[in-house]
């Protein structure tokens, strides 16, 4: 198989190809095709690469060795989508300094300044929509026959953007919610094998959900888990929310929850802290390209110091003085995980039970009701009389949610969820029109659709703010009005 990863220098990249080294996924990729826009960044992370060893070597602390993809490094998108099976794809457009004005602008109102939630989201999202589309199409002409996994942020609104063009070939990666659901299952004790969600219960959109079944043979163990402060106490979520709110909502949040449940602690974290998230990293970034680029075979350990640190400044407005991230959340295998068992369920490896970004979907024969729609092409082959009716209940059936999905060679199918209690899906409701708002926007380049989604989101709710943030944005990226000017 084929892997191309768009945003081939991307700092997690390693990542990637360290799990195709060694472990379950060695073999399952033939080439690694990355594609990036900046030959700096691209010649960093191939050092980091080369540092590793020859393929058949196995990377360093990586166990068992294994055999480790060729590499080939373009600068070209049509040669990096010729022959490609798969696509990767993490851009970033406007790099770090795009981040800190995303999130810099906010605070510097008194918003919550964060890459994919809120005001910096929307900013975000309104740059990475126009590039990602573009990828999209040249996929359908280059490699129509390749999925597009999309770890680009905010990854559930791009996810949605793409759909129209490759319909149920796109599929949106995060790993927050497989690890809250990994991270509570140890604390309750519950056995629950790799590739299986047997039991489990979670909804919501990307960054934006709640976990609220935990089955354990036949049995729900997350009331007892959420009635145990110790059990609590030895997992970040757990920590992260109040006894009180977690025993009020009878479910477990995604962590990017706290920027909803406490946003006036999460705003005065971030000023306290005197940079932002971004602002940290461009720092850390800026030095330590060129190093990693004549590291030789020291590149691999210095990639891997600065990876840690990162990963240790990850929330850190939320953690109180002195706490520590846990070390298993320290030893990076998240996102790239679920994405090569997404891989390799659609190449054939066998059936994964995933939470991804899809489309929210069940075909369902003879279905009825206010959310149902008939079946269309993108439902598999329905037969006549079927009907589509929505995995999460109150959402509609054609917006990209994230859920539990059984993943096989036809695709990311979701699985039936619970309807979510009345204050989850008002503010699910209301994020997701913020979200069509900003694809809107992106596609059509209507910027009335941009200035309403900044002002209906709950997290800005203002029309004055949302013009003084919209006005803020467009100064920072030029490209923000060509769109307004001319579309994607």
């Known amino acids: ?33 990355l594609y990036d826009v900046d030959p700096a960044r691209l010649a960093a992370i191939e050092a980091v690469l080369a540092s590793l060893g020859p393929p058949g070597s196995g990377p360093p602390g990586s166990g068992p060795q294994g055999s480790g993809p060729q590499i080939r490094a373009v600068s070209s998108l049509s040669e990096a989508l010729d022959g490609a099976d798969m696509v990767f794809a993490a851009i970033r457009p406007g790099g770090t300094a795009g981040r800190t004005a995303d999130e810099r602008i906010a605070l510097d109102l008194g918003l919550l300044g964060q890459e994919t939630t809120g005001a910096g989201g929307i900013s975000y999202a309104l740059r990475s929509i126009p590039p990602m589309l573009r990828l999209a199409e040249e996929m359908r002409s280059r490699c129509p026959g390749a999925w597009l996994l999309n770890f680009t942020n905010p990854a559930g609104m791009v996810t949605e953007a793409m759909v129209p063009v490759l319909g149920p070939r796109v599929i949106g990666i995060c790993d927050s919610a497989s690890g809250l659901v990994h991270r509570a299952a140890r604390a309750a004790g519950v056995a629950l094998p790799e590739g299986t969600l047997d039991g ?12 609220y079944r935990l089955g354990a043979g036949g049995r729900d163990a997350l009331p007892a888990l959420l009635a145990n402060p110790a059990a609590l106490s030895e997992f ?13 909502l009878g479910c477990l949040p995604n962590e990017y929850l706290f920027y909803y449940y406490d946003t006036v602690r999460a705003v005065a974290g971030m000023r306290a802290a005197g940079q932002t998230r971004g602002e940290s990293i461009a720092r850390q970034q800026a030095e330590l390209y060129p190093r990693l680029a004549a590291a030789g075979a020291e590149a691999f350990a210095l990639w891997e110091d600065a990876r840690r640190s990162r990963e240790e400044g990850y929330l850190a407005e939320a953690r109180t003085s002195g706490e520590r991230r ?5 030893a990076g295998g998240g996102y790239e995980r679920v994405a090569l068992a997404a891989m390799r369920a659609l190449s054939g490896g066998g059936p ?20 149902a729609a008939p079946a269309g092409p993108e439902a598999g082959g329905a037969g006549s009389g079927a009907q589509v009716v929505p995995a999460v209940p109150g959402l509609p059936a054609d917006a990209v949610v994230e859920v539990p999905c059984r993943v096989t060679p036809d695709g990311a199918r979701p699985v039936p ?34 200035l309403a989604a900044f002002a209906r989101h709950p997290l800005v709710d203002s029309d004055d703010l949302a013009g003084k943030l919209l006005a803020g944005y467009e100064a920072a990226f030029p490209e923000l009005g060509r769109l307004w000017h001319g579309g994607p």
């Open 1 to 33: 198989m084929r892997l191309t990863i768009a945003g081939g220098g991307g700092f997690r990249v390693p990542l990637v190809y360290r799990a195709l080294s060694a472990g379950p996924f060695a073999g399952l990729v033939r080439e690694l095709v």
């Open 200 to 211: 489990v219960g979670y909804y919501g959109l990307n960054h934006l959900g709640w976990l």
């Open 236 to 248: 970040e979520e757990g920590r992260l929310f109040p006894p009180g709110l977690l025993a009020s």
């Open 326 to 330: 846990d070390e298993t959340d320290l």
């Open 352 to 371: 994964a039970d995933l939470i991804l970004n899809t489309r929210n979907a069940v075909t369902s024969p003879g279905a009825a009701g206010p959310e």
């Open 417 to 450: 969820q619970d309807r979510p209690g009345p204050a989850q899906l008002e503010l699910l409701r209301r994020v997701k029109d913020v979200e069509r708002l900003v694809v809107e926007a992106a596609t059509t380049g209507r910027r009335e659709a941009a």
